[in-house]
């Protein structure tokens, strides 16, 4: 389970979310929470993270603790005495059977026997778990994340950015002339120039920043802290390295619009729609360029020209 930072934990956490969140370099594993229960002795390092998560967390820390075991999300207000009962019920257990009775065992017996709350649980070791929420998560031709995670984490990203004035740039790249592509070259050389173009994205993108397939022949690019210029910047870099060439000795190039938070953008659905203007502006005024959209002193925006590069 990830752990959200206190500018994070003020959100409503979804579903998807906690999913994402098995992922994270800091994921909360089965593993911890079954020391937290007393299964084995916690290191230092793992008892001060604890308490920072614990302070951090509040009664959600308890929600965390049993969504790391049963990939099922019980509200911060009941959480904490379930998380008792199931720690009391392992004790009992233990006694019965003369042995430690693991934590994992002990709430699956607990809350499908006992409870009820779990339906016909099943088994399922932690590294095919998170091979599913990857797969669910990513595009299977290029390797980018998919629509819907998009659309997830670009509301994640606004919302935090109307909170805490977090800046947050978005990127639209769209094929120039893909259509002609696949109707002269075939679905799949169309197919291989997506899938090559994505593993540039990847390979051009910075650490922080999240890569997506928008869908169809788009591609959309999530700039965490990152201002519109600087966005531009990187989007100028990005173009040039996408293109892509042809059996003929043709090449295939890509359009790209970019936004940022500004006073007028309340949601992702404001941040899209002025990104996809720029792209759109793009299209229609010679394509294989870059236009940013710019935001005002009184709210309104402009285009922004990025000079065409060779």
């Known amino acids: 389970?990830?752990?959200?930072?206190?500018?994070?934990?003020s959100f409503e956490e979804t579903d998807a979310d906690r999913r994402r969140g098995i992922l994270d370099d800091n994921a909360l594993s089965v593993d911890l929470a079954s020391a937290v229960a007393g299964d084995r002795q916690l290191t230092e390092a793992e008892k001060h993270r604890l308490d920072d998560?614990?302070?951090?967390?509040?009664?959600?820390?308890?929600?965390?603790?049993l969504y790391s075991i049963t990939?099922?999300?019980?509200p911060p207000e009941v959480a904490e005495g379930l998380w008792t009962d199931v720690l009391r019920h392992k004790k009992q257990l233990s006694t019965v059977l003369g042995r430690n009775v693991r934590t994992v065992v002990a709430a699956l017996d607990y809350l499908s026997n006992i409870t009820g709350d779990m339906c016909s649980p099943t088994l399922v070791g932690e590294a095919v778990i998170e091979e599913i929420v990857e797969l669910s998560l990513r595009d299977g031709l290029t390797g980018l994340f998919n629509h819907t995670y998009f659309?997830?984490?670009i509301d994640l990203e606004v919302r935090r950015s109307v909170r805490y004035g977090a800046i947050v740039s978005l990127m639209l790249i769209d094929i120039d002339d893909f259509k002609g592509v696949n109707d002269t070259y075939g679905h799949q050389e169309g197919d291989r120039i997506l899938a090559g173009m994505g593993r540039t994205l990847i390979r051009m993108a910075r650490d922080s920043d999240i890569c997506c397939r928008y869908g169809g022949e788009e591609f959309a690019v999530i700039l965490?802290?990152?201002?519109?210029?600087?966005?531009?910047?990187?989007?100028d870099r990005i173009r040039g390295k996408m293109a892509?060439?042809?059996?003929d000795g043709q090449t295939v190039t890509v359009s790209?619009?970019?936004?940022?938070?500004?006073?007028?953008?309340?949601?992702?659905?404001?941040?899209?729609?002025?990104?996809?203007?720029?792209?759109y502006h793009v299209k229609r005024s010679g394509k294989n360029r870059v236009e940013v959209w710019l935001p005002t002193s009184d709210g309104k925006a402009h285009l922004k020209k990025r000079r065409k590069k060779p």
């Open 1 to 9: 389970m990830k752990i959200l930072n206190n500018n994070s934990s």
């Open 53 to 65: 998560l614990r302070a951090s967390r509040g009664l959600r820390f308890y929600s965390d603790l």
């Open 71 to 74: 990939h099922q999300f019980f």
């Open 151 to 153: 659309f997830q984490q």
């Open 224 to 235: 965490p802290l990152t201002n519109v210029r600087k966005a531009g910047v990187i989007a």
């Open 244 to 247: 892509e060439h042809l059996p």
């Open 256 to 279: 790209i619009g970019v936004a940022s938070c500004g006073k007028m953008t309340r949601t992702c659905r404001d941040l899209v729609e002025n990104a996809d203007a720029a792209l």
